[in-house]
């Protein structure tokens, strides 16, 4: 059974960076990529971008860009993306998924999702 | 980018009852639409995907169609575990964008 494991609750400052990681098991990490999607509270699903399990290929939201980076460490069948400049409406559940290696499919396992809070 | 639009946004139903949900695609999206369920304080489950097909291990009251532009999703005969917010996602190129979500509650 395919498992993504997320990272701990974060608490951050206004401007700081935060960096979640994402631990895959039980699948050919290069074989897929992974997608990011953050919800905010009471709110819906925001895609973030996606890369590829190689790190060979990424592509972000508009949104997002130039203030997040994902990557990923083969080694260790882990992704990263790491947020930055953060602001109080960067608070949110952020969630990896697994996605195909093209990026466009569906998001057949996720996460268990990562609370990261935006305070002074 | 592609726009999904869903409605309604939010319905209540009785146990039992057959429950449809509407997406609209911005354009032509093929059937490159998928369907996720989350209940509180969860991740969202993968339901449906390619518009009409059931991710292994769904029940079957869960379907699917459409292809275009429009698509619906259905739940025959609703069960009170299925209280959750369901969205529509395509994938026809990235980004990849989410309907606003429908909360299904038990009348």
């Known amino acids: 059974q395919v498992h993504l494991v997320q990272s701990g609750v974060e608490v951050k400052k206004p401007g700081a960076s935060v960096k979640v990681s994402c631990k895959a098991s039980d699948y050919t990490f290069t074989n897929y990529g992974v997608s990011w999607v953050r919800q905010a509270p009471g709110q819906g699903l925001e895609w973030m971008g996606w890369?590829?399990?190689?790190?060979?290929?990424?592509d972000y939201a508009q949104t997002f860009q130039g203030r997040v980076s994902m990557t990923t460490d083969t080694s260790t069948s882990t992704a990263y993306m790491e947020l930055r400049s953060l602001r109080s409406d960067d608070t949110a559940v952020y969630y990896c998924?697994?996605?195909?290696?093209?990026?466009?499919?569906?998001?057949?396992?996720w996460g268990q999702g990562t609370l990261v809070t935006v305070s002074s | 980018d592609i726009q999904m639009t869903q409605s309604p946004s939010s319905l209540s139903a009785s146990v039992g009852d057959r429950v449809t949900i509407a997406c609209q695609a911005s354009q032509d999206i093929r059937n490159y639409l998928n369907w996720y369920q989350q209940k509180p304080g969860k991740a969202p489950k993968l339901l449906i995907y390619?518009?009409?097909n059931l991710e292994t291990g769904v029940p079957s009251r869960f379907s699917g169609s459409g292809s275009g532009t429009d698509f619906s999703f259905t739940i025959s005969s609703l069960q009170p575990e299925d209280i959750a917010t369901y969205y529509c996602q395509h994938y026809d190129n990235v980004p990849l964008t989410f309907g606003g979500g429908t909360t299904v509650e038990i009348k």
């Open positions: 998924a697994r996605v195909s290696v093209t990026g466009t499919s569906a998001l057949d396992y």
């Open positions: 390619d518009a009409s």
């Open positions: 890369i590829s399990g190689d790190g060979g290929d990424t």
